[in-house]
T-cell receptor, first 112, second 116 residues
Framework: AQSVTQPDIHITVSEGASLELRCNYS??????LFWYVQSPGQGLQLLLK??????LVQGIKGFEAEFKRSQSSFNLRKPSVHWSDAAEYFC??????????FGTGTRLTVIP | GAGVSQSPRYKVAKRGQDVALRCDPI?????LFWYQQALGQGPEFLTY????????KSGLPSDRFFAERPEGSVSTLKIQRTQQEDSAVYLC??????????????FGPGTRLTVT
């Protein structure tokens, strides 16, 4: 069965520091992989997605993620965090046009 | 253009009441999904439509949950005889469809259901 694991429930970083949020997926084939961000009271916004090809994908708001097949990982990174990045981040996997499987999320706190 | 909209944004129901949650997908989007997000959890799949056809309802937690999309656009998720464990945010998402190489789901703001 497909599953997504986000091992970090809560991460705190200082503004301007670098960020890495971890995501591991479990599935035999390589699924489509996504990172979404959810701010309080807001819907999920897609940051980036990986279907195939180049394993380093660029997204919106300065985020990037790297797909590593050997580690079944798709970690999200940002070189310099802004206070407005504080939110809940969800990694998700999917197969084609079917439903997505989400991780439990990582809450990011940014301190001045 | 307009995104996915959901109504109501908040709903409080007494245990045992029926509720209906509405989703207006992006115009022209073929696929529509419903997810349930419990507090502190990630969204969990409920059901999926392709146009008016409900192709997958494997995530519906009980027969009290029912979804429809009769004309292939607006969808309604109905919960009968609500229970406290139904309290959650219900998210709707739409996408261009299975034939799109840009497969991406666009999410609405959700309906927060509280059952008292």
């Amino acid at each position: 069965a497909q599953s997504v694991t986000q091992p970090d429930i809560h991460i705190t970083v200082s503004e301007g520091a670098s960020l890495e949020l971890r995501c591991n997926y479990s599935y035999g084939a390589t699924p489509y992989l996504f990172w979404y961000v959810q701010s309080p009271g807001q819907g999920l916004q897609l940051l980036l997605k990986y279907f195939s090809g180049d394993t380093l994908v660029q997204g919106i708001k300065g985020f990037e993620a790297e797909f590593k097949r050997s580690q079944s990982s798709f970690n999200l990174r940002k070189p310099s965090v802004h206070w407005s990045d504080a939110a809940e981040y969800f990694c998700a996997s999917g197969l084609g046009a079917n439903n997505l499987f989400f991780g439990t999320g990582t809450r990011l706190t940014v301190i001045p | 253009g307009a995104g996915v909209s959901q109504s109501p944004r908040y709903k409080v129901a007494k245990r045992g009441q029926d509720v209906a949650l509405r989703c207006d997908p992006i115009s022209g989007h073929v696929s529509l999904f419903w997810y349930q997000q419990a507090l502190g959890q990630g969204p969990e799949f409920l059901t999926y439509f392709q146009n008016e056809a409900q192709l997958d309802k494997s995530g519906l937690p009980s027969d009290r949950f029912f979804a429809e999309r009769p004309e292939g656009s607006v969808s309604t998720l109905k919960i009968q005889r609500t229970q406290q464990e139904d309290s959650a945010v219900y998210l709707c998402a739409s996408s261009l469809g299975p034939g799109s190489d840009l497969y991406e789901q666009y999410f609405g703001p959700g309906t927060r259901l509280t059952v008292t």
